[in-house]
């Protein structure tokens, strides 16, 4: 059965500092990988994902995504983070063949601090 | 403009009174799906629905029932809510395989 694992709950960083929010996924068949960010009190909205083909992915406001089959990860990174990234940030799989049931993460709670 | 739309946006009811959720698509999707969103659970699928006609169950489809009788629309039934069915619940719409569009969300309180 899929499961997605999001390691992190929260995670706090400085302005300009680095960043990566963790996903590990279990899953028996092929899938589709998704990042989407949720601001306060709005809706989710896609960052990047991954379908097939080459396993880095760029998404928008400058995260990127690796996909790793044999860890079966997908974390995702940003080099300078803003306090406008300040959100929820959740991992997503849908199954690549079939029904595409989706599951996601429980999210990481990115807080940039000045 | 392309959008998901739900409504109504905010609902407060009491236990048993049957209430429907809509939500609309414009963009020609296949793909719809309802979701919950409550704390440190992230979102669970409930229903999704792979055309018209074609629906199947999520993760939690206990005390939902749905319906995909045109293309764009996918309402959500509670036949008799319970507080335990208090959360965020967000519509989705996609082409195969894509990104999910998402509707503003519904917040739902059942007291």
């Known amino acids: 059965a899929q499961s997605v694992t999001q390691l992190d709950s929260q995670v706090p960083v400085f302005e300009e500092a680095p960043v990566e929010l963790r996903c590990n996924y279990s899953s028996s068949v ?34 990127e995504a690796e996909f790793n089959k044999s860890q079966t990860s ?33 999210g990481t709670r990115l807080f940039v601090k000045a | 403009e392309a959008q998901v739309t739900q409504n109504p946006r905010y609902l407060i009811t009491v236990t048993g009174k049957k209430l429907t959720v809509t939500c609309s698509q414009n963009m020609n999707h296949e793909y719809m799906s309802w979701y919950r969103q409550d704390p440190g659970l992230g979102l669970r699928q409930i229903y999704y629905s792979m055309n018209v006609e074609v629906t199947d169950k999520g993760d939690v489809p206990e005390g939902y ?14 036949e008799s809510p319970s507080p335990n069915q208090t959360s965020l619940y967000f519509c989705a719409s996609s082409f195969y395989g894509g990104e999910q569009f998402f509707g503003p969300g519904t917040r739902l309180t059942v007291l």
């Open chain 1, 74 to 106: 997908f974390h995702l990174r940003k080099p300078s983070v803003h306090i406008s990234d300040t959100a929820e940030y959740f991992c997503a799989v849908s199954e690549g063949t079939g029904g595409f049931k989706t599951i996601f993460g429980a």
């Open chain 2, 65 to 78: 029932k749905v319906s995909r009788k045109e293309k764009r629309n996918f309402p959500l039934i509670l």
């Open chain 1, 30 to 63: 092929s899938v589709y990988l998704f990042w989407y960010v949720q601001y306060p009190n709005q809706g989710l909205q896609l960052l990047l994902k991954y379908l097939s083909g080459s396993t880095l992915v760029k998404g928008i406001n400058g995260f």
